[in-house]
């Protein structure tokens, strides 16, 4: 499925929301680099953590086709928070990549798609300095790694898009596509039929995980569709199968949120990943 056919499925009553992971190449050509915001300190959603630019579909995006409504609102945010501009055709061709839907418990949804772009040729990012700051270029290992450490505050889907997208890196190099790495990755990503990811929001020790807040109180996780705990769980959602591809490190399936940051956790991990960095 590809072009302007690939849509996700969306659910009614919820907040649609586009988002973008723009590419760049990296000299070698055996990685790419993703650009990464911080939101505003004083934001109602993911306050000063780093995520790609994007926010909601507006009705002027377009009523109907909900699949190009998204793209617009894709290209339209892209330029509003970071100055690129994307045409008709490079709007209508934009990659589905994901698509996550915010856990049934809070009570205020969003129902979003997060798609791939090149960096537009001639074209430099800059933040509009009031909903987005801060830029910054990362391979998505780096990304990673700058998380572990405590360096970097992302959101669980910020994370686990980063870390489908370094697993995307090495598939496509392994099958010799490095020579145009970010063209291979959006061929390979105009290829996916991407399922609705929505997770399950619970209290800590409803996965047997004993960690309590600073506050005193209970820690909260979010719980993803391939967790083995998953099923037994409250909340909307349907048990997905493990991503990824044979002979690659199993992806992270919980958040824990303690201290203000979301840590991602392995199913059968005993420390939380990131708690002592």
């Not at 798609?115 to 990362?138: M, S």
Request: charged share 25%.
């Amino acid at each position: 499925m590809s072009g302007p056919a690939q849509a996700a499925s969306h659910r009614t009553g919820m907040r649609r929301a586009a988002t973008v992971l723009v590419l760049r190449p990296v000299p070698g050509g055996a990685t790419v680099e993703v650009l990464l915001v911080r939101r505003n300190r004083q934001a109602s959603f993911m306050a000063d953590a780093y995520v790609f630019p994007g926010g909601r579909v507006e009705e002027a995006d377009g009523e109907g086709d909900l699949a190009l409504a998204g793209r617009r609102a894709a290209a339209r945010e892209l330029h509003e928070e970071v100055g690129l501009r994307l045409d008709e055709r490079e709007t209508r061709a934009l990659p589905l990549f994901s698509h996550w839907i915010t856990p049934s418990v809070e009570p205020k949804r969003f129902d979003t798609d997060f798609f791939l772009a090149a960096l537009p040729p001639g074209q430099e990012p800059r933040t509009d300095e009031a909903e987005v700051f801060d830029l910054l270029w990362l391979t998505p290992q780096e990304a990673l790694y700058r998380y572990e450490r405590a360096e970097l505050k992302l959101p669980p889907p910020t994370r686990a898009n980063l870390e489908d997208l370094q697993q995307e890196i090495q598939a496509v190099v392994r099958d010799g596509g490095a020579a145009d790495l970010v063209a291979a990755l959006l061929s390979r990503s105009a290829r996916r039929q991407p399922v609705a990811v929505l997770p399950k929001l619970v209290c800590a020790e409803a996965i047997d995980i004993g960690v309590r807040d600073p506050t005193g109180g209970p820690a909260i996780a979010i719980v993803l569709p391939w967790d083995p705990e998953f099923s037994r769980l409250p909340g909307e959602g349907e048990v997905l199968p493990a991503p990824g591809l044979p002979g690659q490190r199993p992806r992270a399936s919980r958040y824990l949120l303690t201290e203000g940051r979301w840590w991602a956790q392995y199913a059968g991990d005993a420390p939380l990943e990131g708690q002592d960095g």
